[in-house]
C-alpha cells in the first residue's frame, strides 16, 4: 500500500522560504500517469490546491501562488518537495502531499512567525 | 478561475436519515468533479470521482450525481462515522484544480 510522509521545517520566519519534502513508500514515484500533488489548509479553513508535479517533470502550480512555488521531484529518494518563498502569516497551515489525490500524507502544520 | 459553490454550510442531521450535500460550479465543469471527506486530525479521502464513480472502498450509501455545474452527494441512511466536512473538486482545467469551501455534517 503506497503510503507518503511530509517532513520538514514546522515553524518559518516570515519572508523566509519554507522547504518540505513528501516521502513516498511502498510504491515507486517513477510510476506512470501519476501525479504528485502538494494542497493545504489553513487552521479551521478550507483546502488549497498548490501544485503538481508528474513523471514527465512538468510542473503545474496555482496562479495565486505560481511565482513563490516550486515543487521538485528527486527519483533516487523516491521523494518529491515543495519551496514557497516569501511567506508571511498567510501561508501558516497544514500541508498535504497527495498522489493522484487518492493517497494523502497524513499533512504537516506550517507555522510562519513574526 | 472557476469557483465552486458548496451548500448548506453546516448540515445538521440524526442518524439513519438521508443527506443531500450540493456543490455549484461557476462555470460548466462537465462531469470532472469529485467528493471528499474529511474527519478532525486527517487527510482528506477520496469518495466519489468523476461526478458518480465511487472510490475504492467507498460503502454504497454514498452516491454523486450531476454533470455541468450543478452536482450532488447523497448519503443514504447516515452511519455515526459519516459526520464530517465534505468538499468537493474540480479538475476540468486540469492539471489545475480547485475546491469548494465545504459542507460540515454534524449530529442533530
Known amino acids: 500500500q503506497l503510503q507518503l510522509q511530509e517532513s520538514g521545517s514546522g515553524l518559518v520566519k516570515s519572508s523566509q522560504t519554507l522547504s518540505l519534502t513528501c516521502a513516498v513508500s511502498?510504491?515507486?514515484?517513477?510510476?506512470?500517469?501519476?501525479?504528485w500533488n502538494w494542497i493545504r489548509q489553513p487552521p479551521g479553513k478550507g483546502l488549497e490546491w498548490i501544485g503538481s508535479i508528474y513523471e514527465s517533470g512538468n510542473t503545474y502550480y496555482n496562479p495565486s501562488l505560481k511565482s513563490r512555488v516550486a515543487i521538485s521531484v528527486d527519483r533516487s529518494k523516491n521523494q518529491f518537495s515543495l519551496k514557497l518563498s516569501s511567506v508571511t502569516a498567510a501561508d501558516t497551515a497544514v500541508y498535504y502531499c497527495?498522489?493522484?489525490?487518492?493517497?494523502w500524507g497524513q499533512g504537516t502544520l506550517v507555522t510562519v512567525s513574526s | 478561475e472557476i469557483v465552486l459553490t458548496q451548500s448548506p454550510a453546516t448540515l445538521s442531521l440524526s442518524p439513519g436519515e438521508r443527506a443531500t450535500l450540493s456543490c455549484r460550479a461557476s462555470q460548466s465543469v462537465s462531469n470532472y468533479l469529485a467528493w471528499y471527506q474529511q474527519k478532525p486530525g486527517q487527510a482528506p479521502r477520496l469518495l466519489i470521482y468523476?461526478?458518480?464513480n465511487r472510490a475504492t472502498g467507498i460503502p454504497a450509501r454514498f452516491s454523486g450525481s450531476g454533470s455541468g455545474t450543478d452536482f450532488t452527494l447523497t448519503i443514504t441512511s447516515l452511519e455515526p462515522e459519516d459526520f464530517a466536512v465534505y468538499y468537493c473538486?474540480?479538475?476540468?482545467?486540469?492539471?489545475?484544480?480547485?475546491f469548494g469551501q465545504g459542507t460540515k455534517l454534524e449530529i442533530k
Open positions: 468523476d461526478a458518480s
Open positions: 497527495a498522489r493522484d489525490y487518492t493517497d
Open positions: 473538486q474540480q479538475r476540468s482545467n486540469w492539471p489545475m484544480c480547485s
Open positions: 511502498g510504491g515507486s514515484i517513477s510510476s506512470g500517469g501519476s501525479s
